[in-house]
Nanobody
Framework: QVQFVESGGGLVQAGGSLRLSCAPS????????MGWFRQAPGMEREFVAA????????FYANSVKGRFTISRDNTENTVYLQMNSLKPEDTAVYYC????????????????WGRGTQVTVSS
């Protein structure tokens, strides 16, 4: 069973930046496409971004396009989410996910998840 650990969350003012990281706790993830999702209180988990195994293709939710950047370093077994121009509505627990099978914007398509990291954006 592959497990992932997210880090980099925290409290930031609106307009600020954070960089989230996600790394596997054991087996390398280099064979997996990776993604980021987020879940605000009382809301469903929603797609944020995804990246292919080789990092050549990336995909974003419209709400974060132009502000967030997903990237990966397979030599470090890490995937990143650079978040700029943060807004209060970006406040959520952010999860990384791996190994999609199906529609990758849907949480149910992803096979492995991290435990999440809290991002709070104050106005």
């Amino acid at each position: 069973q592959v497990q992932f650990v997210e880090s980099g969350g925290g409290l930031v003012q609106a307009g600020g930046s954070l960089r989230l990281s996600c790394a596997p706790s054991g087996r390398t993830f280099s064979t997996y496409p990776m993604g980021w999702f987020r879940q605000a209180p009382g809301m469903e988990r929603e797609f944020v971004a995804a990246i292919t195994t080789n990092g050549c293709s990336t995909f974003y939710a419209n709400s974060v396009k132009g502000r967030f950047t997903i990237s990966r370093d397979n030599t470090e077994n890490t995937v990143y989410l650079q978040m700029n121009s943060l807004k209060p509505e970006d406040t959520a627990v952010y999860y990384c996910a791996a190994d999609p099978d199906g529609t990758f914007t849907q949480p149910r398509a992803w096979g492995f998840w991290g435990r999440g990291t809290q991002v709070t954006v104050s106005s």
